[in-house]
């Protein structure tokens, strides 16, 4: 695109106040339009009054302002919180309150589908030892309801043997304590306790537990001496299981009721 170079601007007339039109006195082609601008003076002044003081303008100073003073108030809510808690710890120790709360003590609820056993059909045992004047025998025989012995759900005391036999398969608990005393203790002093079971279709009983005690009377020789053996283990029995307890010395059981005691419970 390409214009003429040599074409003459619109010429200037002044006007004086009498009306009558003059040619300008500059030639016709070196005449150019001018345009008014603002100085540029005007322009920084109308800026900085923008900015506002030091550059920042008032709506972000505001803002900046609005901000710490929600963070000086929710320090001091924070504040007064921690006062009032501290206010109540003081007064609850200065009461002397020892007992907890009553939503700490109170049963909670238990979810599933628990259902408590009945005492009464729960296969339990629980024998005390007869006192023998004669007739000692190496398997001992027990008071089945003396004093705190008892016999409950499917088992059985056999009175001809001493044997608790269990009506039920399943894991049982079976315990035996014994106590014997040695009139004339010496170092060779020693004896024998043990557990065995007999079971259908095995012909020969079944050890379940032994201990052998030996040794206890090295420190007073020749003297009175009582020594103690407890057994006790968690077994799995079969129906109709027959479990005894066995003594080497049955003539040298203490007289004491509750110093030999066989039992068992399933667990």
């Known amino acids: 695109m390409s214009c003429d170079q ?20 500059q030639p ?9 601008f603002p100085a540029a003076q005007e322009r920084v002044r109308s800026r900085g009054k923008s900015r506002g003081f030091m550059g920042v303008s008032p709506s972000l100073a505001m803002m900046v302002l609005m901000l710490f003073l ?20 003081a007064e609850l120790r200065g009461s002397g309150q020892s007992e ?20 009464e059909n729960r296969l339990a045992a629980h024998v005390i030892g007869r006192i023998e004047n004669g007739g000692f025998r190496e398997t001992l025989r027990w008071e089945p309801k003396v004093s705190r012995a008892f016999i409950s759900g499917g088992v059985t005391y056999r009175i001809e043997d001493g044997g608790l036999q269990v009506n039920e398969s399943g894991l049982f608990h079976i315990y035996s304590r014994v106590e014997l005393i040695f009139k004339t203790c010496s170092p060779k002093s020693s004896f024998v306790h043990s557990m065995f079971m007999r079971r259908k279709g095995h012909p020969s009983p079944l050890t379940l537990m032994n201990a052998n005690r030996a040794g206890f009377c090295s420190h007073q020789p020749q003297h009175p001496w009582t020594s103690e053996s407890y057994l006790g283990s968690a077994m799995q029995l079969q129906k109709y299981d027959t479990v005894f307890v066995n003594v080497s010395h049955p003539r040298l059981l203490s007289h004491e009721r509750y110093g030999n005691f066989f039992g068992l419970y399933k667990i």
């Open 28 to 36: 016709p082609g070196l005449q150019a339009p001018s345009w008014s």
């Open 100 to 119: 907890p709360p009553p939503e700490i003590i109170a049963p909670q609820k238990q979810i599933g589908d628990f259902k408590p056993k009945d005492k």
């Open 6 to 25: 040599n074409y003459p601007f619109p010429e200037v007339f002044l006007v004086e106040s009498g009306g009558s039109p003059q040619r300008s006195a």
């Open 70 to 89: 929600l963070v000086f108030a929710a320090l001091g809510f924070e504040a007064f919180q921690v006062h009032n808690m501290q206010t109540e710890l």
